[in-house]
């Protein structure tokens, strides 16, 4: 018998097909083990040992595939064609040699760029070993990322409370948003005026030709720079005579985009679908695993991890076929078109990405669901667009001068020829108003007339950049070189589940957290979060990759640098980095004012005529805000990202909402450290008693709220009515877990903050009752979604509505659903691996600290028991023992 191993529990299902009898296919779904999340798991000290450590949940699978290995007398590792892939298959083989599980076995390692029949046996047919190369690449990359987190991170906690934590990559790409954030908040607009008018020839049509020539001087962008200049060149253009000075027509051409890469296919999917780059991977790979067709389960991309342009020669053939077949010959280039790869390591530049057959229309496909159409028909249309003819255009140049050769406008355009590879496929555009040139212009003579009609001068400014999308931020990672295909899902989603960013209309906005986050690195830890460094430590990965660096050697190199650093500023003092941070976020936090006072200065210290208030930049357990430094006399907070969102920054500091009726007092909106809250009244000089407060339930919008509803907040807790039964009054109110209905000291949860107001008795009493009855029973979780049986198990996986948020269930694995997921977008192929990551967590030994803290109780009773029979006996010697004291003394 022969083993085969792949990740994935669906492909081992389709190998098994292919290879038939005398073949076992078994799934490790994916890394069966991985360095444990604790100090100590890579030592540097002793030659970069790795502690490696087998998951709970790939323990099982392990022993399964150990025992069928052990009754096998070949063993083949087929895991993906990628340094990942390579990585799956060195732990198996590590793990299965520990487990005895190898004597006498052949290994092979055989790799598959599309899970089709001839690939398939293609591959088989010819094994090879596994690439130490590639694998050390892998050692030196995992190696690097756990000593920077778990190096990076402890240091971010004691210096930055709040902080989660911080990695290698994404580190550099939350700078690259932040620096573009700070782009745009300093950005000064500039005025601009442009001239255009309508012109006509002869019997021509009109077109539009812009001013390109005033005063016998050459129009630039800003040369018209104010309305008296612009008013002045309209005048110009209005009493002006014209005639055609030149017709310039030149034949152009526009070549085919290559096939995709994973981050050429994120960028198109982020635009023409509003994929992230998250969702893009987890279709392209349900693509690459295939669906059925005529009873066999058939992979119907390549592989969608890779950084190569290349396509197989097989394939070219039949993309050309395709073209003609659909289009007609005229649309197939003479020659086959062959795109080279900017891929700098030639044994990770994979084939591109495509489809496994173009004979497989998109309209002619059943079976896929609609994110898995959209995507598949996006890469079969660019593959063939790859293979079509260019097209042929026809670029026209106008040029109209006046009588005196002062004055000149021109008019430019665009005439398709012959539509070519347009026929099929246009790349989307980043800016998607940017003008694509396609004005058709009339044909024109030489020394003609021209009429001039309809002039306008129209008004501009200057746009600061854009904030990144998805597509733009994966561009510019590959053009910087940081980060590879494989990692770039798993860095923007790692950016949004810490909070560091967040989304508005798919940009990226830094969040403050992240930008104090990133203001520290830069401040103390410069090297590690720039450009050229980031990217050379790729290149270097590369070049062990290739065989051509060594890895420790790299690491050491690594080490002794960045150890170093962190060991610099160990000893600085939290109130030390806050005013570096002050310093270096200055411009941002603290805006100079228009009348030249203290930018810094504490309004309501400043109102209240209070000496010395300074405000600062303050951490705490939700992020960063600013406060005053005469707390606790002066209360003043506000939120940092107030800046960020071009407002006024004193404008979000308290506010006042109104009065309150009953006692008079003023009721505030004020934001602290743990949010937003109201507050009736002010804390009297000298007095201990803290005003009323009530924080902001979490489903109200702070920008929604006034005096009413903060007057409805601060009258909790409400009193519902008298019990029946003891006459107990039953209250209403808003605690620590959420809303909830309180008689004696039985608590009910409530399932809003409406409930709160609007709840009456006899339902008050149904839930006090229930809650009395069952007093650990917690309300079951609904099913949002049914997504199917486990491929392993056979029991149903659900997605889950939970008291803290959606999660997906599979037995007793509850795996929480990240930040932004939707969850009716949620596959069983996405669940299946976050219930796989959940369960590698080790599990917490509830039971083992149980019985410890049980056993450290009966410890100390028997300690106490002990210390009573001493004391009992030493009653009768007190004198002596202080008799003996004395003469020791």
Not at 12 to 33: C, D, E, P, W
Not at 150 to 179: E, H, M, N, Y
Not at 593 to 604: H, L, N, Q, V, Y
Request: proline fraction near 5%.
């Amino acid at each position: 018998m022969q083993v085969v191993i792949v990740e994935s529990p669906s492909k081992a299902k389709t190998i098994n097909k292919y290879l038939g009898s005398g073949f076992k296919v078994l799934a490790s779904y994916g890394h069966i083990r991985d360095l444990p999340s604790k100090d100590g798991s890579v030592k540097p000290d002793n030659d970069f040992e790795m502690v490696w450590e087998l998951d709970a949940g790939s323990k099982k699978r392990v022993n399964d595939i150990a025992a069928a290995v052990k009754q096998a007398d070949r063993l083949v590792l087929a895991t993906d064609p990628d340094r990942e892939g390579e990585a799956i298959s060195w732990h198996l083989l590590e793990t299965l040699a520990q487990k005895k599980a190898l004597k006498d076995v052949r290994i092979d390692r055989v790799a598959f760029n599309a899970i089709t029949k001839k690939a398939v046996q293609e591959a088989m047919a010819h094994p090879r070993q596994i690439d130490e190369d590639l694998v050390e690449a892998y050692l030196a990359r995992r190696a690097l990322d756990y000593l920077v987190g778990f190096t990076l991170s402890p240091v971010l906690w004691r210096k930055l409370p709040g902080s989660r934590s911080a990695g290698r990559v994404q580190s550099v790409a939350l700078r690259i948003i932040c620096d573009r954030e700070l782009e745009i908040e300093t950005f000064i607009p500039q005025e601009y005026w442009s001239v255009k008018a309508q012109a006509v020839s002869g019997d021509s049509a009109p077109f539009e030709a812009r001013l390109t020539l005033h005063e016998g001087e050459k129009v630039q962008k800003f040369t018209l720079g104010d309305e008296t200049s612009a008013m002045a060149a309209k005048q110009a253009v209005e009493g002006s005579t014209f005639n055609v000075d030149a017709v310039e027509a030149k034949p152009g051409r526009r070549n085919p985009p290559p096939p995709f890469t994973t981050s050429t296919l994120q960028q198109e999917a982020a635009r023409k679908l509003g994929f992230n780059a998250q969702r893009t991977m987890r279709t392209a790979q349900s693509l690459y695993e295939g669906i059925d067709i005529g009873g066999e389960t058939t992979g119907l991309i390549t592989y969608m991890r890779t950084d190569g342009v290349d396509m197989a020669p097989e394939a070219i053939s039949d993309a050309r076929k395709a073209v003609g077949s659909q289009f007609g010959d005229k649309y197939v280039p003479e020659s086959a078109r062959v795109y080279k790869s900017k891929a700098k390591n030639a044994q990770e530049a994979h084939e591109c990405i495509r489809p496994t057959a173009f004979s497989r229309a998109p309209k002619d496909l059943r079976g896929l669901n609609d994110d898995e159409f959209k995507l598949y028909e996006l890469i079969w249309k660019r593959a063939i667009a790859s293979q079509m003819e260019s097209a042929r255009l026809e670029n026209t140049t106008i040029d109209l001068l006046s009588s005196d050769k002062k004055t000149g406008l021109r008019a430019t355009g665009s005439v398709i020829l012959f539509d070519g590879f347009l026929a099929l496929y246009e790349e989307g555009q980043d800016d998607p108003q940017a003008e694509d040139g396609s004005v058709v212009l009339p044909k024109l003579s030489t020394g003609a007339g021209a009429n001039i009609s309809d002039v306008k001068a129209d008004q501009h400014f200057t746009q600061p950049p854009p904030r990144f999308s998805e597509a733009s931020l994966v561009k510019r990672l590959e053009e910087l070189g940081i980060g590879r295909p494989s990692t770039y899902a798993s860095i923007l989603t790692t950016l949004r589940d810490r909070g560091y960013v967040n989304m508005d209309r798919n940009r990226f906005i830094p969040d403050s957290k992240g930008r104090i986050v990133t203001a520290f690195l830069e401040n103390y830890f410069k090297k590690y979060v720039e450009y050229d460094f980031t990217a050379d430590l790729e290149e270097t990965l590369d070049e062990i990759s290739a065989g051509e660096a060594d890895w420790k050697t790299f690491l050491k190199n690594f080490w002794s640098e960045f150890h170093a650093a962190v060991e610099d500023i160990g000893e600085l003092r939290i109130s030390e980095v806050l005013d570096a941070l002050n310093e270096s976020l200055g411009p941002l936090i603290f805006p100079k004012k228009e009348d030249g006072s203290d930018p810094r200065a504490c309004p309501t210290c400043d109102t209240e005529k209070r000496d010395g208030g300074q405000l600062s930049l303050k951490t705490g357990r939700y992020g960063a805000f600013i406060g005053c430094s005469n707390y606790p006399d002066c209360n003043y907070t506000r939120q940092l990202s107030a800046i960020a969102d071009g407002e006024d920054p004193e404008a979000n500091g308290d506010k006042l909402l109104g009065s309150d009726p009953e006692t008079g007092l003023d009721v505030w909106l004020k934001v602290g450290r743990f949010g937003p809250y109201f507050q009736l009244g002010e804390q009297e000089k000298g007095s201990k008693e803290k005003p009323k407060r009530a924080g902001l339930p979490k489903t109200w919008d702070v920008n929604d709220v006034n005096l009413e509803k903060a007057l409805m907040l601060l009258s909790l807790p409400r009193e519902v009515g008298a019990h029946p039964e003891d006459g107990e009054m039953i209250e209403a109110g808003l605690g620590r877990y959420g809303p909830f209905v309180k008689h004696g000291k039985i608590y009910a949860n409530l399932q809003n903050i409406d409930e709160v107001f609007e709840i009456g008795l006899n339902r008050a009493v149904t839930l006090i009752a229930e809650k009395k009855a069952n007093p650990r029973r917690r309300q079951a979780a609904k099913a949002l979604k049914e997504l199917g049986e486990h491929p392993e198990t056979g029991d149903p996986v659900n997605v889950m509505d939970g008291r803290y948020g959606p999660y997906v269930k599979h037995q007793k694995t509850n795996a929480t659903l990240p930040n932004g997921t939707d969850p009716e977008t949620v596959t069983l192929e996405r669940a299946l691996e976050l219930i796989a990551a959940k369960e590698k967590k080790p599990a917490r030994k509830k039971a083992a600290k149980k019985k410890a803290a049980k056993k450290k109780t009966t410890k100390k009773k028997a300690a106490k028991k002990t210390t009573a029979k001493k004391t009992t006996k030493k009653k009768t010697t007190k004198k002596k023992t202080a008799a003996t004291k004395k003469a020791a003394n």
